[in-house]
């Protein structure tokens, strides 16, 4: 069974860090590219982040262009998004993605 598990939120103050990670399990991870999804209140789900296999390539969203920092770790089966500079506007769920299938989310807000 295909899951990902994604952990790493929590609150923070504008100008923090985080790092998120997903932790997926089922399939053979390091062949697929993984991607990062974030949904803000009220907002639609909305694409942040892509590294392919091997992450020899990473593509970004202009509006975390230079914040954020997507990484994977094929031996533990895990993707990372180190966030830093955070703004109040980075608040909302943040998903991972591979294939077709998501995780449950985790929430990232950051308030002062």
């Known amino acids: 069974e295909v899951q990902l598990l994604e952990s790493g939120g929590g609150l923070v103050q504008p100008g923090g860090s985080l790092t998120l990670s997903c932790l997926a399990t089922?399939?053979?991870?390091?062949?697929?590219?993984q991607s990062w999804y974030r949904q803000a209140p009220g907002k639609g789900r909305e694409w942040v982040a892509t590294?392919?296999?091997?992450?020899?390539?990473?593509n970004y969203d202009d509006s975390v262009e230079g914040r954020f920092a997507i990484s994977r770790d094929d031996d533990y089966n895990t993707g990372y998004l180190q966030m830093n500079n955070l703004q109040p506007e980075d608040t909302a769920v943040y998903f991972c993605?591979?294939?077709?299938?998501w995780g449950q989310g985790t929430q990232v807000t950051v308030s002062s």
């Open positions: 590294i392919g296999e091997r992450g020899t390539v990473k």
């Open positions: 993605r591979v294939m077709g299938y």
């Open positions: 089922g399939f053979a991870f390091a062949n697929f590219p």
